[in-house]
């Protein structure tokens, strides 16, 4: 079956940040009882997961007494803020900004005697929390036929809407609303995120044979979504995970389309679209899908990224002219394998949020995979010290380094104000250290006894080496960025956003693509330096269009972002062999 996962699927800025702000302040305040006045978003699944990170939905406000107080991304009425501030440790605001200018809106004219009316459900946290900004002169409609029967002699009156509501029923209010009051007033203020989904859903419909929306059944955008989607002909499914749909039924079709609500996150989405990739008619799963489950079971095994850090040791050498032998390409090859999957097990938080089969895959072979990584270890280890003593010592300080990455190794007391206890926790620190760390092994370990008479070489190829393997590890943290955002800012790209951080990888590809260029031309390195161009191509192909199949295609794009690294060492092989002859 082919599947068309919508690019704006998933959580929304509102939910991101209402999720970020609750996580941090379960870390800030871990021994502190903390909790949520009601759902903090319409999403079960992630209601779970904030629990069993120890915040708590509380259902009253006498329930809240005596702990923080989260308020919900839906927001609440100001006289209920004002009760939880009254019996709470205090409140910590998580509501979202676009449902805040709506109260700010409704407060304004209220305050100058206005008459608000909402469209909207009148049972929604949100509309709830809006109509308390009324001063007790709202009303909420669903449908343009309740405009009718609204009183008409109101001659101050505001329109607005549920930021989640469907942009034709808001369009057919507003028309009946000015029609009965001509000197009214009417603000749209439907989210534009969901003005977005609802426009691609109705794109998408043109398309695929069915729908399918993913999210929780109370929420108000999905439930939308799946009437958009309805409402343009199609047969549609909302669900909220993959074992509501029946893959008998599911089967009818060729072509479907996914789409989630803004509460729902990358795994769940990423989960339905596998199950519906493995539905054939004959029972059997597709060509395509065979292929991309064997390359995500080359990601899942690390196997892909040893290669390539193996072979990359082949690339410097033909960059450097300087030899190597294959206990070099062995040990890049065991480090890398050795920290990816120890680290795997040392941060399982942001694996279980980005990809739960990943890390259930992980757990189901945790002895396997410990014991692997650890004997990968030693062979690092060994491999270096046969180079002398200097180069074991080095291979000690980066495989601790690499080991103590995702561990406390730092006192609260002493970095309380910054909130710093790991060295995950440095901002950014993922994004650099992976690079640094590659480029080490890599480069500067298999040459240690060419420093006199390569330095200059050797760093040349250290500095095109970290800008190659730095590109590669933003283009991977852009495909696990929601996980990353909940549990900390690691990487670049949650700690700049999307936008300024592809701006950065753009800058960082042009300056690799220079690099590769002017290197052989300066002297500093031989002409195989041209080859680091069209990786630095290769990659700028995979930051364009990876965009969309984020959600869909993870785990494969992972293998083939690693795949230009393995066919690089590969030419720097082949480039050595010619050398010889």
Request: hydrophobic share 45%; charged share 20%; net charge positive.
């Amino acid at each position: 079956m082919k599947v068309i996962v919508a690019e704006t699927a998933g959580f929304c800025q509102g939910v991101r940040t209402a999720l970020e702000t609750t996580l941090e302040a379960a870390r800030s305040r871990e021994k502190e009882p903390l909790c949520t006045f009601g759902p903090l978003i319409h999403n079960r699944q992630v209601l779970a997961m904030l629990k069993e990170q120890g915040v708590e939905e509380a259902a009253t406000e006498e329930d809240c007494r005596n702990r923080w107080v989260i308020i919900r991304a839906h927001g609440i009425p100001p006289d209920q803020r004002r009760r939880l501030k009254d019996v709470s440790r205090g409140l910590i605001d998580a509501t979202c900004k676009r449902v805040a200018r709506v109260q700010s809106i409704i407060r304004k004219h209220a305050r100058k005697g206005y008459h608000t009316v909402i469209v909207g459900d009148a049972d929604h946290a949100e509309v709830i929390g809006l109509m308390g900004y009324t001063e007790g002169r709202g009303v909420v409609v669903q449908s343009p036929d309740d405009v009718d029967r609204l009183p008409s002699h109101w001659s101050s009156v505001l329109l607005v809407a549920q930021t989640t509501q469907n942009e034709e029923v808001f369009r057919e209010v507003e028309r009946r609303f000015r029609a009965k009051f001509p000197h009214g007033l009417v603000e749209n203020t439907i989210c534009f995120a969901t003005h977005e989904r609802q426009s691609e859903v109705r794109r998408l419909c043109r398309h695929v044979e069915a729908m399918v929306i993913v999210g929780g059944t109370h929420s108000g955008n999905t439930i939308r979504l799946a009437e958009t989607a309805r409402e343009c002909g199609v047969p549609t499914y909302h669900v909220e995970t993959e074992k509501d749909l029946n893959p008998n039924e599911m089967a009818r079709f060729h072509t479907v389309g996914v789409s989630a609500g803004a509460s729902t996150p990358n795994w769940m989405i990423r989960n339905v679209v596998r199950f519906l990739e493995n539905i054939q008619p004959n029972g059997h799963g597709t060509v395509e899908a065979v292929w991309r489950r064997r390359m995500e079971r080359v990601a899942y095994t690390n196997a892909g990224c040893a290669v390539a850090a193996g072979l990359l040791t082949a690339a410097v050498s033909a960059l450097t002219n300087l030899p190597i032998g294959l206990h070099h390409i062995l040990m890049a090859a065991s480090y890398a394998f050795a920290m990816h999957t120890l680290n795997r097990y040392l941060d399982r938080e942001a694996l279980q949020l980005n990809d739960p089969q990943r890390a259930a895959y992980y757990e189901k072979r945790r002895i396997a995979f410990t014991t692997a990584g650890v004997l990968a270890a030693v062979l690092a280890l060994v491999s270096a010290a046969m180079q002398g003593l200097v180069s074991g010592l080095f291979m000690v300080l980066i495989l601790a380094f690499g080991s103590l990455y995702a561990v406390p190794i730092f006192q609260s007391r002493w970095v309380d104000r910054v909130n710093i206890l790991k060295i995950k926790d440095i901002p950014g620190s993922k994004t650099f250290t992976v690079p640094l760390a590659w480029a080490s092994v890599t480069v500067w370990l298999p040459h240690l006894q060419h420093l006199e008479d390569g330095f200059g070489r050797l760093l040349y190829a250290f500095v095109l080496v970290f800008l190659l393997v730095l590109v590669r590890t933003a283009l991977l943290d852009s495909l696990d960025i929601q996980g990353d955002r909940l549990v900390g800012r690691e990487t670049v790209v949650v700690l700049l956003g999307e936008d300024k951080a592809a701006r950065l990888t753009i800058a960082v590809l042009a300056l690799l693509g220079i690099g590769a260029l002017l290197g052989p031309v300066w002297g500093t390195t031989t002409a195989f330096g041209f080859f680091f161009a069209p990786a630095a191509a290769a990659y700028g192909v995979f930051f364009r269009f990876s965009r969309g199949r984020r959600i869909k295609d993870a785990a494969f794009l992972e293998t083939l972002i690693d795949s230009v690294l393995v066919a690089l060492g590969l030419l720097g092989c082949f480039w050595m062999w010619l050398g010889n002859l």
